[in-house]
């Protein structure tokens, strides 16, 4: 028997894929998904059935559609990051960063034994991370955060992520939270593998070679490249191995952005090389674009390709994405590395498991 999943803000399923497959986890079947990205529900539904459904958590946390969500032994899920990210400028005021309430709701309904939210790491220091605590106390769950880095959970990508776990008291005893590290950098003492690196994950691909998604088989369906510039390739060649936009200012001054050159600090990631033998930095949604951050290839003059994306975030070759270019790789960017999740999962199963145990 494998334990209920419910997966809110589900995007592509990023997070379920952690839960459900037996490479990460394997201890828990999805139920239930909602999302309100159209492309990201049937990229859901292709890989994990049609219990995934295109719809605002707002509209199924009350009311008759909220007497149809099953029941659960867990409910997991990211309220839309935006709101509390720091590149979010207007976040004050932002929507978004009620949408846990809803969240809670759909908890609360689905008699669900767990919880867990993932997030930007701006959520633990707001008053809405003091709001789902309160709430999840209210509703008998005891909570615990912690800001965990996707690198240390065998993730190829430096991705640091707010997660907060509620359990209710019978699991007290055997919720082990956060899950310990299974990687660490190359220079780390206690035995564990090192961390996987770009070229562990996106060395073995070719050269891309067409624009667009094409009706062959993984990896070569998403690993297609833009059709650059001769100003944008002569600046992807004036930056050197792990180099980034001070290195296109000193070498081609001319053809570099005057934004960038009045800037003289920060922004150290823009337009920047990824390293061979290092995780990849934060995957966003526009790692297409090596004006938004280190996103250029670690040799080829060209940014990553959406296959390169996607196993830099950890999704294996097989995972199915429905959409266009640019649905795609909001999904891609969007997603929790599965490594990640399934880190999580395992010590979510183990509790239940020995609760299990103890109960018969």
Not at 185 to 208: K, Y
Not at 282 to 297: C, D, N, Q, V, W
Request: hydrophobic content about 40%.
């Amino acid at each position: 028997m494998k334990y209920r999943l419910i997966d809110l803000f589900c995007g592509c399923g990023g997070m379920t894929l952690g839960f459900v497959h037996p490479r990460f986890c394997g201890a828990f079947e999805s139920v239930f998904a909602l999302d309100n990205d159209a492309a990201a529900i049937e990229s859901y539904r292709a890989n994990f059935g049609s219990h995934a459904f295109h719809g605002d958590v707002e509209g199924w946390a009350s009311g008759e559609r909220a007497a149809s969500i099953p029941s659960a032994d867990i409910v997991i899920g990211g309220p839309p990051c935006q709101g509390f990210s720091l590149l979010n400028k207007q976040r004050r005021g932002d929507a978004r960063r009620a949408l846990w309430e809803p969240y809670m709701d759909i908890v609360a309904c689905s008699g669900a034994r767990v919880f867990l939210i993932e997030n930007v790491q701006g959520l633990l220091n707001t008053p809405e991370h003091e709001g789902i605590r309160a709430r999840a106390e209210a509703l008998g769950f005891q909570t615990s955060s912690a800001l965990l880095n996707a690198a240390d959970y065998g993730a190829p990508q430096t991705r640091k992520r707010a997660f907060i776990i509620g359990w209710k008291d019978s699991l007290n005893d055997a919720i082990i939270f956060p899950p310990r590290p299974s990687h660490a950098a190359s220079d780390a003492s206690g035995g564990l593998p090192r961390r996987r690196t770009v070229r562990d994950m996106i060395a073995d691909l070719p050269e891309p070679e067409d624009y667009d998604i094409r009706d062959v088989p993984p990896p070569l369906d998403l690993h297609f490249r833009r059709k650059p510039t001769a100003t944008s390739l002569r600046r992807y060649k004036a930056v050197p191995p792990g180099g980034n936009r001070f290195d296109l200012q000193r070498n081609a001054p001319e053809i570099t952005p005057r934004c960038w050159i009045r800037k003289t600090s920060g922004g150290t990631d823009l337009f920047g090389r990824l390293w061979w033998d290092r995780p990849s930095v934060t995957i966003r949604t526009e790692f297409f674009k090596p004006e938004k951050g280190r996103y250029l290839h670690p040799e080829q003059h060209r940014p990553i390709t959406h296959r390169e994306a996607a196993r830099l975030m950890g999704f294996p070759d097989e995972f199915i994405f429905k959409g266009k270019k640019i649905e795609v790789a909001r999904q891609i960017g969007n997603a929790v590395p599965p490594d990640m999740a399934g880190a999580v999962a395992r010590t979510i199963a183990d509790a239940l498991a020995a609760r299990a145990r103890k109960a018969a």
